[in-house]
């Protein structure tokens, strides 16, 4: 929690945390008057409580939620693709639906639909080290939001909740991976203008993603010189690399002819090996292989005994190549 300090106001003595204090205002430049009307800058006002708020960095913001490394790839990895969510006690008068999105127009964190129905915005920049705890303000703040409005970015406060707090734990996780993002409107055919317009420019910059249906959180993505799979796995990140070191080794890492594992991602407190396949390898051609893979993974993961030289030599090549995302 940050300190305590003197809110701007005249109340006696009245006390409130930074974190509750800044919740009332926007963000707004350093050297731009506070929005709290004291006449100083914003730094030197709510905005030095908000650079003195000590906000823990919590590395793996989805953990104890259904669908955890779906959460991290549709966050990192996926153009397009949104998830229905459930809330714990369900959904409150006048919201039909909440539905994850990766990104909504604008880049708005959340926009409430005409019809009271919730889109949450996944892929957006957050104000602390907790994603959980800002997209669990964003969606508190989308649910009492007025229908037909988006939701603006603010700063959560330190104690709020968090995702897990607000998701049903025992609800399924389901990612749609869409071709584009027409899931914006509620009648995209009939979209017109710049509406239209901006649609189509959003659609020509998706890459095309399918998530595979044989394993978990599993996504292949068409590139223009090779197609890859980019595959997020919640193994512990070590003992993960001693088992892709293993196979590696053993030359059974790939999944199939023209394929290789070319290293990993490391998001949000998980590890995603990535493959590079050939451009006329499709997602459906990559079920086998994949599955197959999984079976051997399980099987290295077992193996307790140390890597050998060559093991060794095969884990400091796929460290070198590991590029972390957040």
């Known amino acids: 929690m940050a300190k305590k300090r003197r809110p701007q106001t005249k109340a006696a003595g009245a006390r409130v945390s930074a974190g509750a204090a800044d ?53 990192e990895l996926v153009p397009a693709a949104t998830a229905e969510l459930h809330l714990k006690g369900g959904l409150p008068e006048g ?7 990766t990104v909504l127009p604008m880049a708005w964190p959340a926009l409430r639909r005409d019809n009271g129905a ?27 939001a007025e229908p037909g409005t988006p939701v603006a970015a603010a700063r959560a406060g330190t104690d709020g909740p ?27 055919d009939a979209a017109t203008g710049e509406v239209a317009a901006s649609l189509e420019r959003a659609n020509a910059a998706a890459t095309p993603t399918a998530r595979l249906t044989g394993v978990e959180a599993a996504y292949w993505c068409e590139a223009p010189e090779k197609n890859h799979l980019r595959w997020v796995m919640a193994h ?46 499709r997602a459906e051609d990559v079920e086998k292989p994949a599955a197959e893979f999984a079976e051997r993974l399980a099987e290295a993961l077992a193996v307790e005994s140390p890597l050998t030289p060559e093991e060794r ?6 460290t070198n190549r590991q590029i972390t995302l957040s």
Not at 95 to 101: K, Y
Not at 164 to 173: G, K, M, N, S
Request: proline letters at 7%; hydrophobic letters at 40%.
């Open 236 to 281: 512990p990140e070590e003992k993960l690399l001693d088992a892709l070191a293993r196979l590696h080794a053993a030359g059974t890492s790939a999944l199939g002819e023209g394929t290789r594992l070319v290293g990993s991602f490391r998001a949000h407190g998980l590890t995603v090996p990535v493959w590079d396949l050939p451009t006329a390898m």
């Open 118 to 144: 919730v889109l949450l915005g996944l892929q957006n920049d957050t104000a602390s080290g907790d994603l959980s705890r800002d997209l669990a303000d964003t969606l508190q703040r989308a649910l009492a």
């Open 23 to 75: 919740a009332a205002y926007p963000v707004v430049g350093a050297r731009e008057p506070c929005p709290c009307g004291s006449g100083r800058r914003y730094k030197a006002c709510h905005g030095r409580a908000a650079a003195h708020a000590v906000t823990e960095l919590v590395h793996r913001p989805f953990e104890g939620l259904a669908g955890e490394c779906d959460w991290v790839a549709l966050r």
């Open 162 to 188: 968090r995702l897990q707090d607000l998701l049903d734990p025992e609800a399924p996780f389901t990612p749609t991976v869409h071709e584009g993002f027409e899931f914006w409107l509620e009648d995209a």
């Open 313 to 318: 030599r095969s884990r400091g090549g796929l």
């Open 95 to 101: 919201v039909p639906s909440v539905t994850l999105a």
